[in-house]
């Protein structure tokens, strides 16, 4: 049966820095479980004491430090580097550091930074005292399964914290060197977000808020585009899905108070509607129905349009008000949409395509000379396009018919009248497009039931030139 401290360093890898550290971790195990406890707090103590030291020596922007001592440039190789990479000095070294960084006035060694300063300077010492009792057999201090366990309980609760400008620095630093080169395995090891998240958990503990902001705001100046992309999915999978509440929750109030990172992040993870809700249940009624009415914020995301719409409308219907959605913006998106079964149904069911054509798009049925006049442009654009697209999806009955059959029967009155050329044109043009709505969907509309096909002839008598233009 593993250790709980087995079981963490699996999951969060602290000693992913310094393969000695895990050697020596591994050999603490060992002794511990064969009850040799004062073997296992040394090795584990070391383990500790050697993550720090190799935490420091990996530090890539040590050199970025500010040194206050212009007559030492390299203070950061000198008096960091070169003294702890000295077998018989760098564990004194290391202490120097963490003492001058809980001192209230500080030295040029002071490169870790710490919230508690006290707190870590307390618990540290005690640590330390105890290490050197044992290792020159003062004999004063017992060292049994509890001694060990609490020294591993420390580790846990503040190894994240003894990095180089501090935890919160580092890890900011961190994250965003692994998002920058995320798609290049041979530089960053992936896998090594779910630690960092760890730590994140630790040092910014309830409150992750400004931490998670800050590194938004960071990442947004890298990322090209969306932050959120198919090179990246993994990266933010991590974050999302980590086991840590209290980080997850940050990042998704962050993530759900911006339309363009929600719509980003929503189609890379359905999950996050739900989430969304659990922390705001006020979620869809006073932000997503708004963000929705404008297309603007499913720029580079435009499926995510429909798929959001397809949710909300199946499981969340009381909140939308569907009218203020269904608009002659939102309709240019119908080109993304994405038809199934299910996609049908719902959108259908909401009279979402029947809205869109006869509600948003009633200038289309306006087939008077002056009308067709006034719509010239509409009716040879993108707009009567996407009407055609929205007919394709409808589910008819004979309301539809109906109102297709009297735009005809008006065009040809109307036509009967027209002496000028550009407007019997825009008449014959008309009439071909609806030619082509009827004969595309000529099947849904013979199989609508109970209906009179003399009722509408103008209707039927195109569905019987399309049959005849098929043979």
Known sequence: MKLRIEKWVEETM???????????????VRCFKIGAYKSAFIMSYLSFKVTIKDRILSCRYGKELPNKNPENPFFWEMEIVKILEKPDKWENRVNDIVEASCAKSKKDIAIIHFKDEEQIKTAYNHWKDIRNECTHAKGQTTIDSATVECFWNFMMDNLGKFYVLGGEEYLLRELENLYKFYRYPEIVEPESVKTIMYD???ICQKSPGNFLETLFENLKKTARGDLVNDENFKFWKYILETSHENVMDGIVKIISNDAQHFFNFYSYFPQLLEMSISLN?????????????H?????????????????VLDRYREHVDVDKIINNRTIGLIEYFEKSERNLRILNGNDVFKKYIFEVSSWFFKTDASSQYNNFSKLRSKDSENIELCFNYLEWDSVCIGN??????SLKSSMASRSNYYSEENGYYYKSIIKRIICNNKDKISNVPNINTSDYSHVFDIINDCKSDQN
Not at 281 to 293: P, R, T
């Open 295 to 311: 297309p603007d914020f499913f720029y580079g995301s435009e499926k995510t349009f429909w798929v959001a719409l397809v949710e």
């Open 200 to 202: 994140v958990n630790v």
């Open 281 to 293: 249940s006020k979620f869809i009624v006073n932000e997503l129905s708004n963000w929705l009415k």
């Open 14 to 28: 602290p000693f992913a820095e310094s393969d000695s550290a895990d050697e020596l971790f591994e050999e603490s």
């Open 404 to 409: 297709i059959n009297y735009a005809l029967d």
